[in-house]
């Protein structure tokens, strides 16, 4: 239904938007959750998917740890069911087997689960809802993304059971390793590889172009860019990133295929080709993607934060800006990932600088993090309680980078656990916390149904407690000299009496495993068992929670006209705690303009 | 579960991060900046979480008490952009600084020692009486000719080679790094040294100095392969007198093959 723009609406529109929602008629069956132009039902099927991936990304680190912790013992119950590429007969782990274990692990939660699920599903869900929008704009491209992440699910998985086995050269696959098959010896599994990398790099520029045109010119009147809710910001620039960075690895992809398959000789010294290229076009996307992974994460945080508080975001457009420089900055750290690979030596200095200087923008934003809880009325429910949490994780995170950001301290702890520490902390504490944080709370929109809030706790208290057993004891194992990406530590003397820590990290990281089942266990039967839950549980302000749980198809039987920011909590004067983004303050009241 | 602890193995500092004992002076002046930074961090840790867990107390919902109204505050804003601004270039300076000092020319009296890694262990190649290094080229490297030495230097047939790195203490000692497949790198935690050996060229601002005796393990710290987590050599720094014993007795045997078959590495 088309509403007629009035004058006394407060406009300040850039573009013509949509009111026109899409008509497209309403599959029954089998057929409607496996095809779909509902950005809602797209992004459900990109949860679901993820979440498969995310099993079997964490089942691998469990056998990396095992290892790890238990080297050359066999793994216990399904030792004897791996395939003689990754275990000898008895189950025990073999080190081409471990090789492929961290690589898989690492390749599968980066491009199967964390962005899947922050982009896919999330970005997918929300946006249109948050905007006020009845879909996305390209419905039909939304869907096919989603199938070409599956094919390169399926080429990721059919690299198990490729001859030689899957790749074992870590997710960065550096080259001429990667690029020759007789130094890698898994020749079909890193082809298998690449094809995946290249697929899934499709998927997410096709969605990418999709939320930025929908974000762009698709926003309900009223709905001006300074409104707009913080998650569909940070989903905007991770979108711009994901253009700019994603064909840089689909052509290094390329390329490294080409080395591998067809006699090239892009990285390869014997035929005239650079080593270090690779590791450039790798790391000029492999930066911003991480950004890509923690960006979503910190929108996310910043939507859940206020609701919770009961206070408008601190420093809205501080936030804005500082998601704006991350992700330029983001484009000229690369270098810091190479600062010891043979790069010139005043190019890594450089490359130092601006890594220092990235780390401002992350701090502003944790400074309004408290500034958001400051003065606040804070309520503990299973979300908060992970956002919160993921202050605390990404500031251990954030800070251990200065560490490796300082050129000749990276000399020390380059490719030691130490960084593996750290990228388990904005990874796993940082953008893994949001998601559950996410899912606690949009649950109730997407099926109608509470999810369990005691079992809701029981997971949190355990996640936090077993992930910082498992991560932190990782910072002391890197300066204690640990290399990453070895599959027997006690092979080096230096490392054997670092040993015990490995223990604590493994039995850390089997409790993880555990904690997470409660979380599955919850998610399930809350579906079908949960309390029914109202259209606006929490009582928040952003558009989502206007209309009907789970969202009808075009989402809004009437499109919203906005007219105030996204945070209007506890505005002095109102009756109730809260203003919705689609209703009129009352004539009395004064907000605040951020 | 008893883990035979080595005799050899160096005994852990009783700091707080565990790292293992220093042993050159680069890693002086790296153990400087790392302390810095640990203190420097942690203790914007501790105040962020102290201010953190105190607001997350005091804040919690009470009935009756309302969350407070605000937006946020700009002049905060420009504080806490400003102030970690200036303290993370300083910081950058600090360790640029550091950075250019490790790795400034090495002294003309360095003791010149050629490091090769390869698919899964590690050769090291000595000059002669002379001092200098063997001309050589990496694209001369083939399966008979495993340094790719030039035959027709002078000190061609001069040099040996080894499996272990002895070095004398005290002694600069100046690598040059080589691969002869893939991306391997010489890595030392004692010595705060870390260089990736790229095929296809050599790196050469490696050099450092040691402060004292004793026996390390240099581990290759780049994923180079199924046999990556193996791939070690002995580092014995012993008292000059014991380093001119083991020189002399090695130098008297040159052991390397130069030979001119065209077959070379990918």
Known sequence: MNVSVTPDIDLALDHPIALETHHHSEKKGIMHYLWSYDHKMIGLQYLWTAFLFFLLGGALAMAVRYQLGFPNHPVPLIGRFLPSTLA?????????????????????????????????????????????????????????????????????????????????????????????????????????????????????????????????????????????????????????????????????????????????????????????????LFWFFGHPEVYIMIL?????????????????VFGYKAMVYAMASIGLLGFIVWGHHMFVSGM?????????????????PSGIKTFNWLGTVWKGSIEYTVPMCFTLAFVSMF???????????STPVDLFVHHTYFIVAHF????????????????????????????????????FIATFLFFNLTFFPMHNLGLGGMMRRIADPTVYEHLRQLQPLNVICTIGAFGLGLSTLVFFVNLF????????????????????????????HGNFPITPIVYNGPYEYSVPGMDKDYLPQNEKAPTNIQLEIH | MVMPMSLMAESRVGNIYWTPQNATVNGLATDGILNFIFWLTTSVFVAVQVVY??????????????????????????????????IFLGLAIYGNRVWYNIHRPAPADALNVEIVGYQFAWDMRYPGTSGVLARSDVRKISLDNKFGIDPTDPHAKEDFSTTELVIPVGKPVHIFLRSRDVIHSFYVPEFRLYQDAVPGRTIAWVWFRTLRMGNFQLACSQLCGKGHYNMKAPIRVVSQKEYDTWYAEKVKKPNIVIGNSSIISQ
């Open chain 1, 88 to 280: 000898s007969d008895d189950g025990t782990i073999i080190p081409g087997g471990y090789n492929m274990l961290v690589t898989m692990h690492a390749t599968i939660m980066v491009f199967f689960v964390v962005m899947p699920l922050l982009i896919g599903a999330f970005g997918n869900y929300l946006i249109p809802l948050k905007i006020g929008a009845g879909d996305m704009a390209f419905p039909l491209l939304n869907e096919v993304s989603y199938w070409l992440y599956v094919i390169s699910g399926f080429f990721i998985l059919a690299a198990f059971f490729a001859p030689g086995g899957a790749p074992g050269t870590g997710w960065t696959a550096y080259a001429p390793l990667s690029a020759v098959a007789i130094y890698n010896q898994t020749q079909v599994g890193q082809s298998l590889w690449g094809i995946a990398i290249f697929i899934n790099g499709l998927a997410s520029i096709a969605g990418a172009t999709n939320y930025i045109t929908t974000i762009i010119t698709m926003r309900a009147p009223g709905m001006t860019m300074f409104r707009l809710p913080l998650t569909v910001w940070s989903l905007l620039i991770t979108s711009i990133l994901l253009i700019f960075a994603v064909p840089v690895l689909s052509a290094a992809a390329a390329m490294l295929f080409f080395d591998l398959n067809f006699g090239t000789s892009f990285f390869k010294p014997a035929g005239g080709g650079q080593p270090l290229l690779w590791q450039h």
């Open chain 1, 296 to 312: 979503p994460a910190m929108g996310l945080v910043s939507e859940i934060m206020p609701v919770f508080a009961r206070k408008p």
């Open chain 1, 344 to 360: 010139n030596l005043t190019l890594s200095a450089t490359f130092a600088v601006s890594t220092m200087v990235i780390a401002v």
């Open chain 1, 395 to 405: 500031v251990i995170g954030g800070l251990s980078g200065i560490f490796m950001a």
């Open chain 1, 424 to 459: 388990h902390y904005v990874l796993f504490g940082g953008s893994l916390f949001a998601i559950f944080s996410g899912i606690y709370f949009w649950f109730p929109k997407m099926f109608s149904r509470m999810m369990n809030p005691t079992l809701g706790m029981i997971h």
């Open chain 1, 525 to 552: 039967y809350s579906i079908f068992k949960g309390p029914q839950a109202p259209d606006n549980p929490w009582l928040a302000t952003t558009l989502e929670w206007t209309i009907s749980s789970p969202p009808g």
């Open chain 2, 53 to 86: 867990i105190y607001y997350l107390v005091k804040y919690r919902r009470r009935p009756g008490v309302k969350a407070h109204y605000s937006h946020g505050n700009n002049k905060l804003e420009i504080i806490w952009t400003t102030l970690p601004t200036l």
